[in-house]
């Protein structure tokens, strides 16, 4: 008879994805994105990299509001709304033309990605896993690096 896998690599399998798909393109490639965004639409770089932190202050208090709606709520229902938040703040970036569009999807984008990527992960390996949760943890959180290394050269691309 097969052994049945035990269900929580496959959590860690899902937060390796999101961390390799969705986290990169926002957090690790910013740098790739400022140039083009701040030439064509006339920005100081100083003043539209605003943005970027208004989103880190923004996540960071919605971290909080995210852990108790962990506990509400089942985590893939919470997670989908964080990456349909992210999804709708990048369409709303490539629609912006003013600084105040970027100031004000910020907020939104942060609370998003605080809900997708930064705080359902930690939350998830500390359900399911008790005694490799550092391993765990590390392999989920690994799709950050991976995803990294394949956005960041693919966007420049694109760009």
């Known amino acids: 008879m097969k052994a049945k896998s035990f269900y929580g690599w496959r959590v860690v399998f899902a937060i390796f ?4 798909t969705i986290y990169p393109p926002i957090v690790n490639s910013i740098s790739i994105f400022t140039n083009p965004v ?3 639409l006339g920005f100081s770089g100083s003043r539209f990299l605003i943005y970027y932190t208004i989103m880190g202050l923004t996540g960071m208090f919605a971290n909080s509001f995210v852990g108790v709606m962990l506990r509400k709520y089942k985590a ?3 997670m989908a ?3 349909a938040t992210v999804g709708l703040t990048l369409i709303g970036f490539s629609r ?4 105040m569009h970027f100031y004000i999807l910020a907020i939104f984008q942060g609370v998003g990605l605080s809900a997708c990527c930064v705080v359902p992960p930690s939350v998830l390996v500390t359900n399911w896993f008790n005694d490799k949760r550092g391993l765990a943890l590390g392999l989920g959180l690994a799709g950050t690096g991976i995803g990294g290394s394949i956005f960041s050269p693919l966007v420049t691309r694109l760009i």
């Open 17 to 20: 994805v999101a961390m390799s």
């Open 38 to 40: 701040t030439s064509e």
């Open 76 to 78: 893939n229902w919470v």
């Open 81 to 83: 709304a964080g990456v």
């Open 96 to 99: 912006s033309t003013k600084l």
